[in-house]
């Protein structure tokens, strides 16, 4: 680091990262976890958990797909994202993942009421359920929901452990080290998440299912994770310790890499309806039946210009993806729209006997509020940057 | 020899050979700085930062690129569309030899889910071809000749030498300054290099 450099780098105020999603987080605890419950208890239990299961995911997914950036970023041991590293970090530390593994227990201990295939006599008149039911019962759910928290955790606490010893020794030969762990994590990951996602979301359709259900929702999670990095690191580009380094190449890097995940989730997700539309089998188009009515087909309309067509076309100028403040607002753009995107492929799916959204909402926030909450705590307790040296060179020749 | 016009051997330009490509991006900064508008960098591998060393901004090929691919989406939906007579819908008659309006599975008569992947490859290969095209156009090839190739080091130029040349149209061009400075910034090798009779 030059010294004009050091002298910015110290003039600059604190990064607000921390403080801002406490605040944000207890905020939204608060009011939703007071909408869920004012709307959500008189509409029974079964609603209620369904509806939780929305906020719930949509948060999981979050966590998700920051673990599987955090792979990524250690298997081709990338450079330019060591800025954010701590972000993804934290959104998917050990301790966030246990919390969300507890707060998985209200889904996985009331399945019966979630859950159609738990029904007995549903499945005793069903003869498709009957022929799925290897799969469609509670030890399969259990061992493809808790094995892949367990999995999770290890490789988390593999890798950040590596993590943080480099950056207390400064021994670079642990990038090696993880660059061991996490090839094989990345091919355990998306193998343990198919089941995740079958198990948890595509078998509120019993009958239904998808062939790319899982990689699907694994890319729009990380999309999402890195639309809500570019809006953290984007809006805090002017502060300690991110001057100089959040920079134009970093955008331009990340916007790169938004870019290519924004045209993977609009393939797969046209590619998805084309097959079904082009097939017409009523076994698969009833999943898009239950979504031609209202709201649902405005947000499937929504989906195609707000989360592929204005990020594409905005995405597509090298200017702004050189400029940390446009892409800032992208990332709250596209971060927002995937909660709705995301209403969209799972309310229908929960067959809510009394529907309100303000129940789904305040679950979302809710969720949300707690995960900001435990992300602010992890990203406070550690030094934003890892092992800073050369990122002067990595900004330059990144 | 005459060929209507003058073709006698002329000035090109000042070639320095660098063996580095940090060498010849401070170089280019050197010239850039010091004014001069006409040059040209010539490297084995993709030099990152050089363009924005040599302030390029020529985006002609950009543009030629999204009108080929914004021509490609109307032509591939259009003749979709068209020959599956879709235009009768909206009360525009087309001869029946134009039209192939077919059940087909029992879709409507302007599918458009089912056109998309036709669109997406006509938008993918006109933007192929614009791209190519247009960066042949605009660099002239084909060039069997090129008056840089008169310079005697240049051979290494797609091998491991690194090259800037300060061409002689600039209106700043004063070869004995330029080759100082070239030296200046750790040339290997400067030539003063001439057209070629004939070209």
Excluded at chain 1, 46 to 63: A, C, K, Q, V
Excluded at chain 1, 233 to 252: D, L, M, S, W
Excluded at chain 1, 275 to 300: H, K
């Amino acid at each position: 680091m030059s010294d004009t450099e050091t002298t910015m780098h110290e003039s600059a105020p604190k990064n607000t990262i921390g403080t801002n999603y406490s605040i944000l987080g207890v905020l939204l605890l608060l009011v939703g976890g007071g909408l869920f419950a004012a709307t959500g208890m008189g509409a029974g239990m079964e609603n209620m958990l369904r509806s939780y299961l929305y906020g719930y995911m949509f948060w999981s997914g979050m966590t998700i797909g920051c673990f599987g950036l955090m792979l990524l970023h250690h298997t081709i041991r990338a450079r330019w994202s060591r800025p954010v590293l701590r972000i993804w970090e934290s959104a998917c530390s050990p301790l966030m993942l246990v919390i969300q593994a507890v707060a998985f227990l209200p889904i996985a201990m009331n399945l019966k009421l979630i859950y159609k295939w738990m029904k007995p006599e549903v499945v005793a008149v069903d003869k498709i359920l009957q022929n799925k039911a290897f799969y469609l019962n509670p030890t399969v759910f259990y061992i493809t929901t808790f094995g892949f928290f367990a999995f999770m955790i290890f490789w988390s606490y593999q890798l950040q452990a590596l993590q943080r010893k480099e950056d207390a020794t400064g021994d670079k030969s642990y990038a090696d080290k993880r660059a061991v762990w996490a090839p094989p994590g990345l091919l355990f990951f998306v193998l343990l998440l198919n089941f995740f996602y079958t198990s948890v979301l595509m078998s509120l359709d019993a009958h239904w299912f998808s062939t790319i259900y899982g990689v699907w929702l694994m890319v729009g999670f990380a999309l999402a994770g890195l639309a809500f990095t570019g809006m953290t690191v984007g809006t805090q580009h002017k502060r300690a310790p991110f001057v100089g380094i959040i920079n134009e190449k970093f955008t331009y890097d990340i916007g790169v890499l938004t870019l290519a995940f924004t045209l993977l989730w609009a393939y797969f997700t046209f590619s998805q309806f084309l097959i079904t539309w082009s097939g017409n089998l009523p076994e698969f188009t009833v999943w898009f039946v239950d979504r031609s009515v209202q709201p649902y087909s405005t947000l499937a309309g929504m989906g195609m210009f707000a989360q592929f067509l204005i990020p594409f076309i905005v995405l597509l100028q090298p200017a702004s993806r050189r400029n940390p403040a446009v892409f800032a607002a992208l990332g709250g753009w596209v971060f927002s729209v995937r909660m709705f995107d995301f209403y969209y492929v799972v309310v229908p799916s929960l067959h809510l006997t009394s529907p309100n959204a303000l129940t789904l909402i305040g679950g979302l926030f809710a969720m949300g509020g707690l995960w900001l909450l435990v992300f602010a705590l992890q990203y406070k307790s550690r030094p934003e940057l890892v092992n800073g040296s050369d990122y002067q060179l990595a900004a330059n020749h990144g | 020899m005459s060929h209507g016009r003058d073709t006698a051997p002329k000035p090109y330009g000042t070639v320095a050979g660098f063996a580095t490509a940090d060498e010849l991006l401070a170089a280019t900064q050197a010239v850039v700085n010091a004014g001069y508008k006409k040059l040209d960098a010539y490297s084995p591998v993709p030099v990152h930062g050089l363009a924005d060393v040599m302030n390029f901004k020529d985006f002609r090929l950009h543009y030629g690129a999204l009108a080929g691919g914004l021509t490609g989406a109307v032509v591939g939906m259009g003749l979709q569309a068209i020959t599956g007579g879709a235009l009768n819908r909206i009360g525009i008659e087309l001869p029946a030899m134009w039209q192939y309006a077919h059940n087909t599975g029992g879709k409507p008569i302007f599918s458009w889910p089912m056109f998309i992947p036709v669109m997406f490859e006509c938008t993918i290969l006109l933007t192929a071809f614009a791209v190519v095209g247009g960066l042949f156009a605009l660099c002239g090839l084909p060039k069997p000749h090129h008056p840089i190739f008169n310079a005697e080091a240049f051979h290494r130029a797609s091998q491991d030498r690194y090259f800037l040349c300060v061409e002689a149209t600039d209106p700043r061009y004063a070869p004995d300054q330029v080759a100082s400075l070239m030296h200046e910034m750790g040339a290997e090798s400067v030539e003063h290099v001439m057209t070629s009779e004939g070209y």
